[in-house]
């Protein structure tokens, strides 16, 4: 029997169709591609084993990417609430510990790598070669109207704000000038 080749398919996976209405331009299913940003199917890069042994006795429960301003990765590890940082070359070396072995997460915001674990407070990174400081709260003063009531909170000195729900309940302002709350 001839074997017949299929082009790859040109307009990425098929999800508008029943499986006997395909057409050969779409494919059903993929195997070892992704969908890009521009809706195309690109050839998945694959996994690299990284030399080096992480220097802990547990189990790695986060892998943890921060990326540069200018497109530099740097990869840190978590295990039994300690963060591990990835050199590049071979080895891992312990960067911050948690007062808890509690599983570590992290996200990436603009410049900063916030590491959090829900029981101490969040820390983060500028850098990939930064020391991890403390998540602070931002804290703005102002002072308090003479309509200030158990309903609302009024300040002359900030304008642009809104107040969502009562004052029996969860209430708040959001400031749209500050992008910030108040409850």
């Known amino acids: 029997m001839p074997e017949r080749y299929y082009q790859i398919a040109r307009r990425g996976l098929a999800t508008n169709f029943t499986e006997t209405e395909i057409p050969l331009d779409y494919a059903q299913r993929f195997r070892n591609r992704f969908i890009n940003a521009a809706g195309g199917a690109e ?106 009531s158990a309903a609302a909170l009024t300040d002359a000195a900030i304008t642009g704000s809104i107040s969502i729900g009562d004052s029996a309940s969860t209430s708040f302002s959001i400031l749209s000038i500050e992008n910030a709350y108040l409850r």
């Not at 590049?88 to 996200?107: D, E, L, M, N, P």
């Open 43 to 148: 050839k998945r890069p694959g996994y690299v084993a990284l030399s080096g042994a992480i220097p802990t006795k547990g189990i790695v429960t986060g892998l943890h990417e921060y990326v540069d301003k200018d497109g530099t990765a740097t990869l840190f590890a978590s295990s039994d609430g300690i963060v591990f940082r990835y050199n590049g070359s071979s080895a891992w070396t312990q960067v911050w510990q948690a007062t808890t072995a509690a599983r570590i997460r992290a996200v990436q915001f603009d410049d900063k790598l916030v590491f959090w674990n829900g029981v101490d407070r969040q820390v983060y990174i500028n850098s990939a070669t930064a020391s991890f400081e403390k998540l602070q709260p931002i804290m703005e003063q102002g002072t308090c109207g003479s309509s200030t």
